[in-house]
């Protein structure tokens, strides 16, 4: 019989997770019954959403229940299938959750694209949940036009890095905020963004006078808190927000204060739009998939992941994302 090692939750964060915070069990691993699939977990793609499961604040899903496996998203092989559709050796993706194999209901999980010449960790990353999320998020939520000045935080990281290339690609002025020197070389050097802010090291409102002379006309928001505050106070008349993630807030146990200069939003009229990638998993999923997949191809989209090793070091591998010790999408191989 196979063992599974696994992360429960033991208890709720109240900061960065600690070890304490979970119960890492290694129990037997039943076979799957009719209508299941056994999935050997290979790439788990570890979000700042993780974090927020395992809060019980009002969310988008269902706070992972204490005792519970810590859910994750994640790319695996079949092992078994007891489910038509799915044989011995698919690659599939779905909600793994922080365990070595995952017993799943086979319409829970998905059968990767073939035919597509990227290698797997293109499916979480680019391709995958986080590409969509900065395509949907950018060209359907603010509906951006050419010669627009775009501002994203969170520049360097998996979603924001997609946000502000897809904006070239559209013809806007891309300006990132990003902390270090290094993301902001990247941003600028590699991907082609106008300009880059380190927000640890400069005046944010002060650079974005600077960068963005003829005001802000579409931000993209990844992080929230003080940095969503400058930019609000440069935002020009009828700008649009796309509300992507509040990351500054996730390790709080207070709620996330509004916008500073909240007052903003009336004064410019601004339209500001929170969304949830799910809310487009449907028909036009493939199509911003071989959409991503040609600029990809054609060079105009480059991509990072970083790729970390063993189950035991999730929680570890978490935090990565709250120092900002990750460079692109964060992802933990696990077999
Ligand atoms: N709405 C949706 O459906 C959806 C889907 C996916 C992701 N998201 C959201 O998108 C955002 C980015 O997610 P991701 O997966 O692409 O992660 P990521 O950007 O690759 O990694 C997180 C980054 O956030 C930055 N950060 C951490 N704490 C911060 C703080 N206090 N202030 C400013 N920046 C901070 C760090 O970059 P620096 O080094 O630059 O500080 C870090 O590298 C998150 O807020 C996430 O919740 C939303």
Redesign the pocket.
Known sequence: MLKNRRFLLASRPTGKVVLENFKFVTEDLAAPKVGEVLVRNQYLSV???NRIWMTDADQYMPPIALGEVIRAGGIGVVLESNAPGFAKGDLVNGLLGWQDYALQPAQALQKLPTGLDVPVTAFLSVLG??GC?AYF?LLDVVNPRAGETLVV??A?????SIVGQIGLIAGLRVIGI???PA?CRWLTEDLGFHGAID?KSEDVEASLRRLCPSGIDVYFD??G?P?SDAVFSRMNNHGRVSL?????GYNSQEPLAAPRNYAQILMKRLNVRG????DYMGPRWGQAVQSMYGWVKAGKIKYAVDVEHGLENAPAVLNK??D?S?T???LLQIS
Do not use: E, Q, R
Request: glycine share 26%; charged share 10%; with cysteine.
């Open positions: 979000d700042p959403t949940m986080t999320t998020g935080s969170g360097a990281g998996a979603v924001g990003a902390g270090g993301k927000y990844n992080v808190g940095i992507c993630g509040l990351i500054s969304f949830i990638i799910l994302l709250f900002g990750n692109g999408k964060l």
